[in-house]
T-cell receptor, first 119, second 111 residues
Framework: GAVVSQHPSRVICKSGTSVKIECRSLDFQATTMFWYRQFPKQSLMLMATSNEGSKATYEQGVEKDKFLINHASLTLSTLTVTSAHPEDSSFYIC???????????????FGSGTRLTVV | QKEVEQNSGPLSVPEGAIASLNCTYSDRGSQSFFWYRQYSGKSPELIMFIYSNGDKEDGRFTAQLNKASQYVSLLIRDSQPSDSATYLCAVIFEGAQKLVFGQGTRLTINP
């Protein structure tokens, strides 16, 4: 089945620094990728949708200058948390949709997630 | 605001019994519905998807969809302790491509 690889799985960074999270589709071309954030005991909240070769679409309330998304190829999307602060500490998860298959009824494949802790 | 609603639980079910999880959604035009299971500290994994009214069975899992009433449910038969997790209902709203998640129901299966 479709596999999405997400790295790193855990990262601790100092307040004010930037962190980059990578999401790769290993055996399919992901024309669309989604980035979610999940706080403890809460559900997944969509942050943005990225389409290969175009600018990401951010959900209301998500700062696009703080959460930079790049989807430069059909297999790689990155999320960079710039000038991270403790309130950005969360579980970040990417999800990819298989563009070649095109049948969205089969759901979307999730990466394993990145636990970000800002100290 | 298009929404997906779930009872957050926790729902406690004895081992071997049937666990019933429910979800309602606000957009009548929605076409695709998913159930994901999420263990603590892990990312969600797809359990079932359904897009036609009625029941869909896969092993111990049955998804039920009623578009007229705008609800989708998940039944887990012969519940096992390993089924203890948070179950997330997700919907693709009409005209959209993104998954919108409910708040999740925490399920505990008691041995």
């Amino acid at each position: 089945g479709a596999v999405v690889s997400q790295h790193p799985s855990r990262v601790i960074c100092k307040s004010g620094t930037s962190v980059k999270i990578e999401c790769r589709s290993l055996d399919f071309q992901a024309t669309t990728m989604f980035w979610y954030r999940q706080f403890p005991k809460q559900s997944l909240m969509l942050m943005a949708t990225s389409n290969e070769g175009s600018k990401a679409t951010y959900e209301q309330g998500v700062e696009k200058d703080k959460f930079l998304i790049n989807h430069a190829s059909l297999t790689l999307s990155t999320l960079t948390v710039t000038s991270a602060h403790p309130e950005d500490s969360s579980f970040y998860i990417c999800s990819a949709r298989d563009g070649a298959g095109g049948d969205y009824f089969y759901g979307y494949t999730f990466g394993s997630g990145t636990r970000l802790t800002v100290v | 605001q298009k929404e997906v609603e779930q009872n957050s639980g926790p729902l406690s079910v004895p081992e071997g019994a049937i666990a019933s999880l429910n979800c309602t959604y606000s957009d009548r035009g929605s076409q695709s519905f998913f159930w994901y299971r999420q263990y603590s500290g892990k990312s969600p994994e797809l359990i079932m998807f359904i897009y036609s009214n009625g029941d869909k069975e896969d092993g111990r899992f049955t998804a039920q969809l009623n578009k007229a009433s705008q609800y989708v449910s998940l039944l887990i038969r012969d519940s096992q302790p390993s089924d203890s997790a948070t179950y997330l209902c997700a919907v693709i709203f009409e005209g959209a491509q993104k998954l919108v998640f409910g708040q999740g129901t925490r399920l505990t299966i008691n041995p």
